[in-house]
């Protein structure tokens, strides 16, 4: 077995071992309190890090500007394309799933393979692409969170000001936010980790090491399986993969790329799982409303749904993954990623079409034999 197999199976058996765990984990206090690590601590020191291990490279800069444009095309994608497979325009379902599908984790379900099959060349580029991402999910998504969240709430009627306010004091309440804009600072300082007090590299170090298997087990001890919702977010993630696709063929087509490598790059990037951080912004949502009383059934967000992306979207994107390093350079041609990329958005949208065809024809009044002769016999 690849040690990048090993990598995703060890990932995988943690959020098994979270999933076995719920019966352990029963009440809301523990989930909270696992929640809260993560959130308060993990994370936080896990963003840290990676930005204050940045190397940025100017010529390579395009790198995450293109990843920030693939977040821009499947947030417009999944707006225009969710109301056609059912869901409701301004449901807390929609909502999740608007937050989630542009969203990258290449860290868990990409970078291992990565590093197993092009080397540390094409890790080095991924790492940098990830900047764009990195800066989609911890910002960009956070506002549109937010948006969200007054839109849901009937708080557009405040003004400008207001709503500044009330957003600058919920992003510095956030460990997270204040986490990036220390290390900000720090960059602009001239710093890096490094130039920390050993003590505090040492520690905020150790923080960031537990994220990884705590992320998973919480996924594991938070999710619901219920058939028809996995059913239904795998249809989603399906033409979530087949929109990559394409926009990866598009790509290759219009760029030269120096390199086979950076090709396939360019194809499996954009198949990484759902990232945990745009849940970590619906946590944050659901804190307010908490302080506001709302229910969760009036909630923005659907937190359950979010979980079961998250449960979903590894194991799928590592099978993609590694679908398309297993094929040799079957990949590199635009024709064959437009070709997988149609077949895989079709899957999810044929069966609503038909749903659709037979429902036209069920309201379409029937005429039976006699009524058609009496009516031709009247035109006469």
């Not at 984990?25 to 523990?30: A, G, M, Q, R, S």
């Not at 500007?65 to 999944?78: D, F, K, P, Q, T």
């Not at 219009?254 to 946590?283: G, Q, R």
Request: contains cysteine.
């Amino acid at each position: 077995m690849s040690l990048a197999l090993q990598k995703t199976c060890s990932l995988l058996l943690l959020i098994l071992i979270g999933y076995l765990l719920k019966n352990r984990l029963v009440k809301d206090d523990h989930k909270k309190g696992l929640k809260t690590i993560i959130l308060d601590l993990a994370l936080p020191a896990m963003i840290f890090v990676a930005l204050l291990k940045i190397d940025i490279d100017t010529e390579l800069m395009f790198l995450p500007l293109l990843i920030l444009a693939w977040n821009a095309m499947m947030l417009i994608s999944s707006k225009m394309v969710l109301p056609l497979l059912g869901f409701k325009k301004d449901s807390a379902e929609t909502r999740t799933w608007l937050l989630m599908i542009p969203s990258l984790a290449p860290g868990l379900s990409c970078f291992p393979f990565l590093l197993e099959y092009l080397g540390e060349d094409a890790l080095a580029w991924g790492a940098l692409a990830d900047i764009g991402n990195k800066v989609y999910v911890l910002i960009f998504s956070y506002l549109f969170a937010m948006s969200m969240y007054y839109k849901n709430f009937g708080l557009g009627s405040r003004s400008n000001g207001q709503k500044v306010k009330e957003l600058v004091i919920s992003m510095f309440k956030e460990p997270i936010n204040m986490v990036i804009i220390v290390a900000l600072i720090i960059l602009a300082m001239g710093y890096r980790l490094e130039n920390l007090p050993g003590f505090i590299g040492e520690s905020v170090l150790m923080l960031k090491d537990i994220m990884t298997p705590l992320v998973l087990l919480f996924i594991g001890v938070s999710v619901i399986l219920k058939r028809e919702q996995i059913q239904k977010i795998a249809s989603v993630l399906i033409l979530r993969a087949g929109f990559s696709f394409i926009i990866s063929g598009i790509f290759i087509s219009l760029v030269d790329l120096p390199s086979e490598a950076a090709i396939l790059l360019a194809v499996v990037f954009p198949l990484s799982a759902c990232s945990f951080w745009p849940f970590a912004h619906m946590s944050a949502v659901r804190q307010l409303e908490r302080d506001k009383e709302v229910t969760v059934e009036e909630g923005t967000f659907n937190l359950e749904l979010g979980i079961n992306i998250l449960a979903v979207s590894l194991p799928l994107s590592t099978v993609l993954i590694l679908g398309v390093f297993s094929s040799g350079s079957y990949f590199t041609f635009p024709s064959h990623l437009f070709a997988i990329g149609g077949v895989l958005v079709a899957l999810p949208v044929i069966p609503r079409l038909l749903i659709w065809v037979r429902n036209l024809e069920f309201s379409i009044p029937f005429i039976n034999e006699k009524e058609l002769k009496d009516s031709s016999a009247e035109s006469r």
